[in-house]
């Protein structure tokens, strides 16, 4: 059998073809729909709406204000002054409760849209055996926690203001510009004595003005879209660099090793520095653009309707409120000049979002073509294994007998030589590894228990972690503390409402003890040990094997694991060897399923 690293990817989701915007789009859209806090968002979306609407109203009425503030000013008319003053003080009061409804109902759609998308790509994440697969599946599931906290935070902030701000600015818009055109629309320009109308003339300058700018706006600021993406990515790379090294710092010094990792992590901080230069200088270029448009528009409307001014068909006041309203139709037209960083930035998240939850939502189907090992359920209560073999990147293996059948109650040893890689065996029973050839058969029942080689405990007081997954109220009183005591951590007996991991300090043997007595506490009839007894102290493992013995006496056990120690507890030996006779078990994955930009991979 061939080699399987043979094959194209060797069981990896790569990231070489870039998603197409409107694909991602749907994808989130049907996200969005399924969502049940997807009611509650469109509520706020509706009341955000009203408020734009009705902020609208208002800029209107003040820009109308404007005509008689400033032809009280050129009338010199102080009695006129001070009542525009108080007319203006309503005004603005009103459109001020209305700026803070609005930022309040837009933080809450903020909130609400993180806390769906984020439970969403949780609720698809810790699916049975997805997030082991993408763990596996290449370097789109590395960093899972980046992608569902702070990009999700990201996208969440950046879709909801660029909405608003859109829906705001096409309100604006649509309000203004009629009002922008019949000021302008009286506009006549006096030529070497001939008089030229142009109907709505502040409307087609307004609209000139601004598309100039976008379209600058966009040939600048284009590559951020690139550059935000690879920033996210190599910054994730850093911070992966710096929590390794925490996790494992006790090896690091032991080994003398901290110059080396040093060395790497300048490496990674000089690649994030290297991509913030240049990431610097995109911005910079885009900042002439946008600050240059920003300044020239200081003057720009009063020039452009300065001709009808200077000719004395528009009064000082008139003049100031055709500029008022031509500054809120050219400030509704520049939105994109103005969110351009926002939107690439947008654009890199969206990328980096959809890539994950996409490669989600295909690693169940990837390897389509591949062979997969038959799974299914036996007639009675027994453990079949038919003509298995294993694919993965280290090779092929396979048990040296075709036809394996275990009973209950057997006591079962698979070992292999040194080189042999036995953890694909174990996660093929467990069913994380489906690539391969033959039959396995798990029992009828569903007592069924796997212990991998790190026991894994979750946050919370000892009690809650022996009877993880059930509740200590499962249990009878003295069940939690006799169990300790059976496999040598009686000690702890009395500590079972402290806080496993803050309060007990336990070394990593006591570690493993705890999860063998959280097993007496379960019963599994069926048990499956990857490798979790082979660092155990003579000591230890007697004790282990002792408990296994008495507490678990009728439940079928198979150790993956190395030869047995001089004990008889295993009554069965069976061997994993590597199999490279032949064959065409490879692992290929369709370019189907090819998720995201490359670029955008942690």
């Keep these: 059998m061939p080699n399987p690293t043979n094959g194209k990817n060797n069981g990896r989701v790569e990231a070489n073809d870039e998603q197409p915007l409107g694909a991602q789009l749907r994808m989130m859209h049907a996200a969005f729909m399924a969502s049940p806090l997807r009611n509650r968002i469109i509520w706020l979306a509706l009341g955000i709406?009203?408020?734009?609407?009705?902020?609208?109203?208002?800029?209107?009425?003040?820009n109308r204000w404007y005509k008689p503030f400033y032809d009280t000013l050129e009338r010199r008319d102080l009695q006129a002054f001070l009542h525009q003053l108080v007319v203006f003080a309503q005004i603005a009061g009103a459109l001020l409760v209305l700026n803070v409804l609005q930022t309040w109902l837009g933080q809450l759609v903020r909130l609400k849209l993180r806390e769906g998308l984020t439970l969403d790509l949780i609720h698809e994440w810790m699916k049975p055996a997805r997030a082991f697969r993408l763990a596996n599946a290449g370097a789109i599931g590395i960093n899972p926690d980046q992608r569902i906290h702070e990009d999700a935070r990201h996208l969440s902030d950046l879709s909801a203001g660029l909405t608003i701000g859109l829906i705001q600015s096409g309100i604006l818009l649509a309000s203004f510009i009629g009002v922008l055109?019949?000021?302008?629309?009286?506009?006549?320009?006096?030529?070497?004595?001939?008089?030229?109308?142009?109907?709505?003339?502040?409307?087609?300058?307004?609209?000139?003005y601004a598309g100039t700018a976008s379209w600058l706006s966009w040939l600048v600021g284009r590559p951020l879209v690139k550059l935000n993406g690879e920033h996210y990515a190599r910054e994730a790379s850093l911070r992966f660099s710096l929590m390794r090294i925490n996790e494992h710092i006790e090896a690091v010094s032991l080994s003398s090793g901290e110059a080396n990792e040093k060395r790497r992590l300048q490496a990674d901080l000089s690649s994030v520095l290297e991509i913030s230069q240049s990431l610097l200088l995109a911005v910079t270029r885009l900042t002439w653009v946008?600050?240059?448009?920003?300044?020239?528009?200081?003057?720009?409307?009063?020039?452009?309707?300065?001709?009808?001014?200077?000719?004395?068909?528009?009064?000082?006041?008139?003049?100031?409120?055709?500029?008022?309203a031509f500054n809120q139709v050219h400030a509704s037209l520049r939105w994109f000049v103005d969110n351009i960083g926002a939107i690439a930035d947008w654009r890199a998240t969206l990328m980096r979002v959809a890539a994950f939850r996409s490669a989600l939502l295909v690693i169940d189907d990837r390897h389509e073509g591949d062979k997969r090992i038959e799974f299914v359920t036996a007639d009675g209560p027994q453990m079949m294994f038919d003509h298995i073999e294993i694919v993965s990147?280290?090779?092929?293996?396979?048990?040296?007998?075709?036809?394996?059948?275990?009973?209950?109650?057997?006591?079962?040893?698979?070992?292999?030589?040194?080189?042999?890689?036995?953890?694909?065996?174990?996660?093929?029973?467990?069913?994380?590894?489906?690539?391969?050839?033959?039959?396995?058969?798990?029992?009828?029942?569903?007592?069924?228990a796997f212990v991998p080689r790190s026991p894994y405990f979750a946050p919370g007081t000892l009690e809650e972690v022996l009877a993880y997954p059930k509740t200590p109220d499962s249990f009878k009183n003295g069940e939690l503390g006799g169990v300790l005591s059976k496999v040598g951590l009686g000690r702890l007996a009395d500590r079972l409402d402290q806080d496993m991991r803050k309060k007990l300090n336990l070394s990593e043997v006591e570690m493993r003890l705890l999860a063998?007595?959280?097993?007496?506490?379960?019963?599994?009839?069926?048990?499956?040990?990857?490798?979790?007894?082979?660092?155990?102290?003579?000591?230890?493992?007697?004790?282990?094997?002792?408990?296994?013995?008495?507490e678990m006496g009728k439940a079928a056990i198979v150790n993956i694991g190395r030869k047995e120690r001089a004990n008889g507890f295993f009554t069965r030996v069976l061997e994993l060897e590597k199999d490279a006779a032949g064959g065409s078990l490879r692992l290929i994955r369709p370019k189907s399923l090819r998720p995201t930009n490359p670029q955008l991979v942690d």
């Design 516 to 550: 063998i007595a959280r097993l007496g506490l379960h019963k599994p009839r069926w048990l499956i040990i990857d490798e979790a007894l082979d660092t155990l102290e003579d000591d230890a493992y007697r004790k282990v094997m002792t408990f296994l013995d008495r």
């Design 181 to 208: 055109w019949s000021l302008s629309d009286g506009f006549v320009f006096h030529i070497s004595g001939m008089a030229i109308d142009i109907p709505g003339y502040m409307v087609w300058a307004a609209i000139l």
């Design 393 to 448: 990147a280290a090779g092929c293996i396979k048990l040296s007998e075709p036809n394996v059948t275990i009973n209950p109650g057997e006591r079962v040893l698979v070992t292999g030589a040194s080189e042999v890689d036995k953890a694909p065996f174990f996660r093929a029973i467990a069913g994380l590894w489906p690539w391969g050839h033959g039959r396995i058969s798990l029992p009828i029942d569903d007592g069924l």
């Design 290 to 324: 946008t600050a240059g448009y920003g300044w020239i528009t200081v003057v720009a409307p009063i020039v452009i309707a300065s001709p009808v001014y200077f000719a004395g068909d528009l009064s000082f006041g008139g003049l100031m409120m055709a500029v008022g």
């Design 49 to 62: 709406l009203m408020v734009i609407v009705t902020t609208a109203f208002g800029q209107i009425i003040l």
